[in-house]
């Protein structure tokens, strides 16, 4: 498992399954709906995983920041 990292979801495509996150570095990563741990809104905080795909950059394991709080 690599470094997580974190990010806004700022866009997200229903109908291609695709979402963009903007990460701590300003940096556009996408990522895809059905690779998320449950249910992304826009301005969700989340944390992930980065990959390198063919078409570049892609966010893997994303899932709420708050699901990472253990009480």
Same mark, same amino acid.
């Given at each position: 498992m690599g470094d997580m990292r974190k990010g #806004? *979801?700022? &866009?997200? +495509?229903?109908?291609? =399954?695709?979402g963009i996150i903007i990460d701590e570095n +300003? &940096? +556009?990563?996408?990522? &895809?709906? #059905?690779?998320?741990?449950?249910?992304?809104?826009?301005?969700?905080? /989340?944390?992930?995983?980065?990959?390198?795909?063919?078409? =570049?950059?892609?966010? *893997?394991? /994303?899932?709420?920041?708050?699901? &990472?709080?253990?009480?």
């Amino acid at each position: 498992m690599g470094d997580m990292r974190k990010g #806004d *979801v700022t &866009q997200i +495509d229903f109908e291609s =399954g695709l979402g963009i996150i903007i990460d701590e570095n +300003d &940096q +556009d990563i996408h990522f &895809q709906l #059905d690779n998320v741990s449950s249910l992304i809104n826009l301005n969700s905080r /989340v944390i992930f995983e980065i990959e390198l795909h063919e078409h =570049g950059l892609m966010a *893997v394991n /994303v899932q709420l920041e708050m699901e &990472q709080i253990k009480i």
